[in-house]
């Protein structure tokens, strides 16, 4: 047929004759077109779910770079003190630990693309199932790794900032 919207129009109209002609109902009728959309509203779900898990494992991962980051700005408050009294500036501080904090959160980044290319290697060589990892894929997964980093690592850099160098100097 030339027009694909007949053949899903037919479908109720063939289910209605045959049951009608054909009282046991021994037949199945099937529509390609209809298990297409059913197992791309089944991917999409599928894609829903897993990026809901990874927004809520980013999410923890940032809230542990966070509370890391904060009590580094706690155990370092003498050492913020000491710079702040010789002439840092509140930018040089809130660049430190951006910086501390982009590093951590680089080097899980690190850690997460290698596992994320070792494990499909590892399902293509002990099975039979072909797997695909794409560069843009690689870069996209260390870039938001980094983007979570300073996104997580502002509130405890700004926090280290703001210490007034006096009291910095007194803490113990």
Known sequence: MQDVAAVEAAD???KTLLGRFHRKTDYE????LQLLRQAEQTKRIFNIVLGSIAAISLLVGGIGIMNIM????????REIGIRRALGAKRRHITMQFL????????????VGVA???????????????RTI??????????SISG??????????????????????????
Do not use: K
């Open 99 to 110: 910086v501390e904090t982009v590093v951590l959160s680089v080097g899980g980044g690190l």
């Open 147 to 172: 983007a979570i980093g300073i996104i997580f690592g502002i509130y405890p850099a700004r926090a280290a900032a703001q210490l007034d160098p006096i009291e910095a100097l007194r803490h113990e």
């Open 12 to 14: 109720p109209q063939i």
């Open 70 to 77: 904060l009590a580094t700005v706690t155990e370092r408050t």
């Open 29 to 32: 009728t099937i529509v390609p």
């Open 115 to 129: 596992v994320g290319v070792m494990v499909p290697l590892a399902v293509s060589q002990l099975t039979t199932m």
């Open 133 to 142: 990892v794409t560069p843009w894929s690689v870069l996209l997964a260390f």
